[in-house]
């Protein structure tokens, strides 16, 4: 709710949407997020599952970040048979037909909790938080395949590569609602030449006079960070795949394929004795050892293997991950896996044991950028430093991988990432505002008992309601 663009943000009548109250009693000024997830309703968690039911969610961004989260507080709109693709205007359309009021004139309640001769409410909805494909449809735009495959910008999916954000050329918000009408209202064959000269379509969201889609449909720190940078780097870039033949990532050989010599019994027990002293004196003791020897000596008291202990509100990696067998890791285990696992692992393998202008330690150089970046975004606060700090080193992370990696093209979410810079300045940053909770509310509507039963849960859908105290 500190966000520049909220505060900023005008109401109808042109003064800041999120005023201080000056009315006895005081309008209600309320700011709520829609999101959308898919799951499986068979309860498989297979990638790539062929059967897929959308659920549509409303966040109240206005109550306190402890609260906002909570299942009792979260408004479940609809659940769609299948992808949104085609099917979610209809349930778009009702939606906004409820929104509207709060919009233009405010809804008065004869009473609320705390006002006994009642207030009148507004209420809008910014911003639609959900994954690139649902995103895509909700907000109007082309698939992330599409030759216009960015929703902030005009560049061409040909120029994928270009990491110049000055030469990109801007969506106009004005344009994209001309385009979406002239779409809505013509016939089917003049729809799919919009569609694919333009890259959008009609969404009964722009029915909102405020929404600007361009900019009120942000990127989602889950989807393009965890399950898309960081999966992307294991999957495209370090080629992590259980079909593959792979090292045990340390060894007795050094760069040139000879074998370390074991060190001899006595300079072991003289390292022993000098260890287990600790005098002030260890440190430049130590120094005075080969590389080889202490090499040996780390490997030998399990430092280089030992297990790392995390503390109990970090995630865990689950066993045998990255095979079929280990299953799909959630948003969570991949946070874990390549800013904890990973860069200790590598540090060890790649920053001691090769020289700088290897190319293993060019990889660990690029591979590093990458943490930095999305750990300066992921922090609870942010700051014109931290925004600036982040875009160079995203820049500077792309830039590598396209020297390193020649014959790999980047993706979608690496340009998206440019953009996010923009998302954390606007919106602030991005704890406030993720999707988790709608994968955790997916995994409670897979657990109810449907017998297998599809399209008649419309029981149980009051089990989750949107309950406000104002």
């Known amino acids: 709710m500190d966000s520049p663009l909220l505060r900023e943000f005008k109401g109808p009548d042109g003064d800041p949407f999120l005023q201080e109250p000056s009315l006895t009693p005081p309008e209600l000024r309320l700011v ?31 109550l306190p970040e402890h609260l906002r989260y909570q299942p009792k507080y979260l408004y479940l709109v609809t659940v769609l048979p299948g992808k949104p693709q085609g099917n979610i205007n ?3 359309g009702w939606l906004v037909d409820q929104l509207l009021p709060f919009w233009n004139e405010g809804v008065y309640y004869m009473r609320t909790a705390r006002h006994f001769l009642g207030r009148k409410v507004f209420a809008v909805l910014i911003p639609v938080v959900c994954d690139t494909e649902a995103a895509h449809e909700i907000s109007g735009f082309a698939s992330h395949s599409h030759t216009y495959f960015c ?62 889609p361009i900019m009120f449909t942000i990127f989602d720190k889950l989807h393009f960070s965890e399950l898309g940078l960081k999966e992307s780097h294991f999957r495209d870039f ?31 027990r003289v390292a022993w004795t000098t260890i287990r002293e600790n005098k002030q004196s260890l440190s430049q003791e130590l120094k005075k050892l080969s590389y080889d020897f202490l090499w040996y000596l780390c490997f030998a008291l399990g430092l280089r293997t030992s297990i790392t202990v995390l503390p109990s509100y970090i995630s865990q990696v689950r066993e045998k991950w990255g095979t079929r067998a ?29 020289d700088e202008n290897s190319r293993r330690f060019q990889l660990l150089l690029n591979y590093l950028d ?29 830039h590598g991988l396209l020297v390193l990696y020649p014959d790999v093209s980047l993706k979608p979410n690496h340009h998206y990432a440019v953009h996010a810079a923009d998302d954390l300045r606007l919106f602030g940053p991005p704890h406030a505002r993720s999707t988790p909770v709608f994968e955790r509310m997916n995994h409670t509507l897979q657990q109810i008992p449907s017998n297998n039963h599809l399209g008649k849960l419309y029981s149980f859908f009051p089990l989750i309601k949107l309950t406000l105290f104002f």
């Open 32 to 62: 709520m997020s829609l999101g959308s997830d898919g799951f499986n309703p068979f309860r498989n968690t297979t990638r790539g599952a062929f059967i897929t039911c959308t659920a549509i969610y409303m966040v109240l961004l206005s």
């Open 151 to 212: 929703r902030r910008c005009l560049l061409k999916l040909e120029n994928i590569d270009n990491l110049n954000p000055e030469t990109w050329p801007q969506c106009n918000p004005q344009r994209h609602k001309e385009l979406a009408l002239q779409w809505k209202d013509a016939s089917e064959e003049v729809q799919k030449f919009i569609y694919k000269e333009h890259g959008l379509h009609w969404t009964e969201l722009l029915r909102l006079p405020y929404l600007d």
């Open 370 to 398: 990458m943490v930095h970046a999305l750990h300066a975004f992921s922090l609870c606060e942010t700051s014109p430093s931290l925004q600036n700090y982040y875009l160079a080193r995203m820049l500077k992370y792309l």
């Open 90 to 92: 209809h349930s778009l």
């Open 326 to 354: 280990g299953g799909t890791l959630g948003g969570d285990e991949w946070n874990t896996l390549s800013t904890i696992h990973l860069v200790v692992s590598l540090i060890w393998i790649w920053g001691y044991e090769y």
């Open 238 to 268: 370090f080629m992590v795949d259980e079909t593959r033949n792979g090292g045990e990532g340390i060894g007795f050989k050094d760069d040139s394929g000879h074998r370390r010599l074991r060190p001899s019994n006595s300079s072991l």
